[in-house]
C-alpha cells in the first residue's frame, strides 16, 4: 500500500510515545520508509533503539551531529519526505511550529519540509482546551497542516476528558488518506448500509444489531478514492458521509425499490446492509394491544433477496456481498458467492472477538469464484473499507486486462 513512499516520524515528548511505536510498524508494514525524529524528551520514554531497529534506519536526534548530519541533515531529511507525521504531537511542538520556532531538530525539518504533515495531538485536557494551545492548532490547520483531533476517555495524567491519543490503527487509515490514489474515478458504487426495520405496528419493529459502521466507512473511502457514492442506508445514528448522494430507507422492500431504481447508473454495488430477511404479513396500523394472552404470534414472510435480485440483473457490474456467520463460516459464504452470482463476498464470523455488529474493528475474509480468498486480522471499519476497495480496483483492472487480451 505505502510502497515506494518516505515518511518521517516525528516523535514528541509524551506519555503515547509507546504507541507511536505500532504506527510505525503500521507504515513499515505497508511498505513506506519512515525515518524517525525524536525530541529530547520523547527519548526520556522510549529509546531510539526500539524505533530504531522497527524502522531499520537511525533515529535522527541532534541537530548537530556532525555524523548524522552527513549522513542525512535536517534538510535532506525534511526534503526526502513524502509525508511527515507528528506522533504525538505536544502543546510544545504545536506552539513552535504555529511560531515559527525552529530550536531542535524536529522543530527545524517541520520548518524545512514542504511535505504535507499530520499532527497526532496528545496531552492533558486542560492543556487542550487551553486558548493559547488552540489558536496555535488553527494556525496549523490554516496552513494546511492535517490535525487530528485526540480522543476523549481516561487520560494517563489521572483526568478524564479529551486529549487521548487515537488508536494507531485510526492514525494509519488517515495516513493512507494521504497517499490514496484517486483510483476509484469513474465507478458509481452503490453502497447499502445499516439495518432495515420491519414494522409491526406504530410502536414496535423487527431489526437487527447492524450499526452501518461498515457500510459508511466504504462510502467513504469510496468517495476519497474518486468514486461517485450513493449511500443507501437504514436507520443509524451516524453521520453521512459528505459527497455521497444518500438515500435513507426504512425496509427491506424500500430498499430494494431505491437500489433497482440507482442500478441502471451504477457500475458497482457494495450490500453491507444486514437486510430482514422476514418481515410481518400484516402491519397493523393501530398499536396491538396485549388483552389477556400469554404467547403473541407474529406471522412473517420473505422479504425481497435484494442482492439475488442483483446478481441476476448485474450484467457487467461488480457485485459485492457480505456474510454475516456464526458457523461454517467459508462454506456459508461460499454458498451466498455462487448463489446470488457474486463476485466477491466479505465474510466474517460474527462470534471473533473484533468482527462484526457495532465495533470499530473487524475481522473478514474475502472470497471470490475464480482468486484465492485473502484472509485480513482484525482491523478497523476504515482500513478494511479500503482493503475491499482494493480488490474492486483489482478486479477491475483484470477485467480491462482481459478485455484488451493483454
Ligand atoms: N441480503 C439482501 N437481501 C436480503 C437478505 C440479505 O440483499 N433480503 C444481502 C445482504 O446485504 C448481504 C448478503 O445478502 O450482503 C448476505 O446476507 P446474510 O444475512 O448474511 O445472508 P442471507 O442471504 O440472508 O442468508 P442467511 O440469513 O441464511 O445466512
Redesign the pocket.
Given at each position: 500500500m505505502l510502497e515506494g513512499k518516505q515518511i518521517v516520524l516525528g516523535v514528541t515528548g509524551g506519555i503515547a510515545v509507546y504507541k507511536a511505536v505500532e504506527l510505525l510498524r503500521l507504515c513499515v508494514k505497508a511498505g513506506a520508509e519512515v525515518h524517525v525524529v525524536m525530541t529530547e524528551h520523547a527519548r526520556e520514554f522510549v529509546t531510539p533503539l526500539t524505533f530504531q531497529t522497527l524502522s531499520g534506519n537511525p533515529v535522527q536526534t541532534d541537530l548537530f551531529n556532525l555524523y548524522q548530519e552527513k549522513e542525512i541533515g535536517h534538510i535532506s531529511l525534511a526534503e526526502r519526505a513524502d509525508l511527515f507525521i507528528v506522533a504525538p504531537a505536544t502543546a510544545n511542538i504545536i506552539g513552535k511550529v504555529a511560531c515559527g520556532i525552529a530550536d531542535d531538530l524536529l522543530s527545524t525539518t517541520l520548518m524545512a519540509t514542504r511535505a504535507p504533515s499530520l499532527f497526532v495531538p496528545a496531552m492533558n485536557v486542560n492543556m487542550w482546551e487551553n486558548s493559547v494551545f488552540q489558536t496555535n492548532l488553527k494556525k496549523l490547520e490554516e496552513r494546511g497542516c492535517l490535525v487530528m483531533e485526540p480522543e476523549t476517555g481516561a487520560l494517563a495524567c489521572g483526568y478524564v476528558g479529551k486529549g487521548k491519543f487515537p488508536d494507531p490503527e485510526k492514525i494509519f487509515a488517515n495516513v493512507l488518506k494521504v497517499f490514496q490514489a484517486r483510483d476509484l474515478e469513474g465507478e458509481r458504487i452503490i453502497v447499502?448500509a445499516g439495518p432495515t426495520v420491519e414494522k409491526i405496528d406504530p410502536v414496535r419493529y423487527l431489526s437487527n444489531f447492524s450499526s452501518g459502521k461498515m457500510g459508511y466507512a466504504i462510502a467513504a473511502a469510496a468517495l476519497e478514492r474518486g468514486a461517485e457514492v450513493v449511500l443507501v442506508s437504514g436507520p443509524t445514528a451516524l453521520k453521512r458521509p459528505q459527497g455521497a448522494k444518500f438515500r435513507p430507507v426504512t425496509s427491506?422492500k424500500e430498499m430494494f425499490e431505491v437500489v433497482l431504481e440507482q442500478l441502471p447508473e451504477a457500475t458497482v454495488v457494495i450490500?453491507?446492509?444486514?437486510?430482514?430477511?422476514f418481515r410481518p404479513v400484516i402491519f397493523h396500523d393501530r398499536k396491538l394491544k396485549k388483552g389477556d394472552e400469554e404467547k403473541w404470534v407474529v406471522e412473517l414472510e420473505r422479504?425481497?433477496?435484494?442482492?439475488?435480485a442483483l446478481g441476476k440483473a448485474k450484467d457487467h457490474r461488480i457485485l459485492v456481498?457480505?456474510?454475516?456467520?456464526t458457523e461454517n463460516l467459508v462454506e456459508?459464504a461460499r454458498r451466498?458467492l455462487a448463489n446470488?452470482n457474486l463476485d466477491m463476498v466479505v465474510a466474517n464470523d460474527v462470534t471473533q472477538p473484533g468482527a462484526g455488529f457495532g465495533g470499530d474493528t473487524n475481522l473478514v475474509t474475502f472470497l471470490f469464484p475464480d482468486r484465492a480468498p485473502v484472509a485480513l486480522p482484525c482491523l478497523s471499519k476504515e482500513v478494511v473499507a479500503h482493503r475491499l476497495l482494493d480488490q474492486i480496483v483489482d478486479i477491475r483492472r483484470s477485467r480491462e486486462k482481459g478485455a484488451s487480451g493483454c
Open positions: 447499502t427491506a450490500k453491507a446492509a444486514a437486510v430482514a430477511d422479504t425481497p433477496d435484494i442482492l439475488a456481498g457480505f456474510a454475516a456467520e456459508n451466498k446470488k
